[in-house]
């Protein structure tokens, strides 16, 4: 089973301000990656796939890069709405498919 | 639009049975693999079974084998999760997903989500 590992788990960020998120593959996933934004008391959405393309509808602030073990998610000039919890998750060797634990973007 | 909507969660006691079901508009379902995915209370997210397009395939985490069935019936539009001998730590929001494709047709990504169903665990 890949494990994926996020860092770090709370992230305290201004509005307007850039936000950095990571994520590591325990073994390589290619660029077999996803992120996903879920909200308090809400469903997860997709964000990212394919490590770097942008779903349906995301807004280009949102931005995914990396390969192999290493992955980041940018965020340039976080808005209010942006506040919640990340999680990336590899597709790349399944089943299982692995999440990571999650990394909390909350207001400085 | 895409649509998932869950049902069937609730309190039951350790050791009894619960299934779930997933209603599935505004796509053609039966193209599709599902998922479930589970999220304990303050906790992240777990993938917990899935469906090929055709109820070919199905594969599960391995603290669900044996307990847990995914099911599907295309010409209802629908997903289930049928959940036998319940424990307490599988108390859990259950979201249905749909799979998403790679463009080799692998399985990827989770790329519609319901609003999930809570399950409680309870004596």
């Known amino acids: 089973e890949i494990v994926m590992t996020q860092s770090p788990a709370t992230l305290s960020v201004s509005p307007g301000e850039r936000a950095t998120l990571s994520c590591r593959a325990s073994q390589s996933v290619s660029s077999n990656l996803a992120w996903y934004q879920q909200k308090p008391g809400q469903a997860p959405r997709l964000l990212i796939y394919g490590a770097s393309t942008r779903a349906t509808g995301i807004p280009a602030r949102f931005s995914g890069s990396g390969s192999g073990t290493e992955f980041t998610l940018a965020i340039s000039s976080l808005q209010s709405e942006d506040f919640g919890v990340y999680y990336c998750?590899?597709?790349?060797?399944?089943?299982?498919?692995?999440f990571g634990q999650g990394t909390k973007v909350e207001i400085k | 639009q895409v649509q998932l909507v869950e049902s069937g969660g609730g309190v039951v006691q350790p050791g009894r049975s619960l299934r779930l079901s997933c209603a599935a508009s505004g796509f053609s379902f039966s193209n599709f693999g599902m998922h479930w995915v589970r999220q304990a209370p303050g906790k992240g997210l777990e993938w917990v079974a899935v469906?090929?397009?055709?109820?070919?395939?199905?594969y599960y985490t391995d603290s669900v084998k044996g307990r847990f069935t995914i099911s599907r019936d295309n010409s209802r539009n629908t997903l289930y999760l049928q959940m036998n001998s319940l424990r307490a730590e599988d108390t859990a929001v259950y979201y249905c997903a749909r799979g998403d494709y790679t463009s080799e047709w692998k399985l990827s990504d989770f790329d519609y989500w319901g609003q999930g169903t809570m399950v409680t665990v309870s004596s």
């Open positions: 469906i090929w397009y055709d109820g070919s395939n199905k």
């Open positions: 998750q590899q597709y790349d060797n399944w089943p299982p498919w692995t």
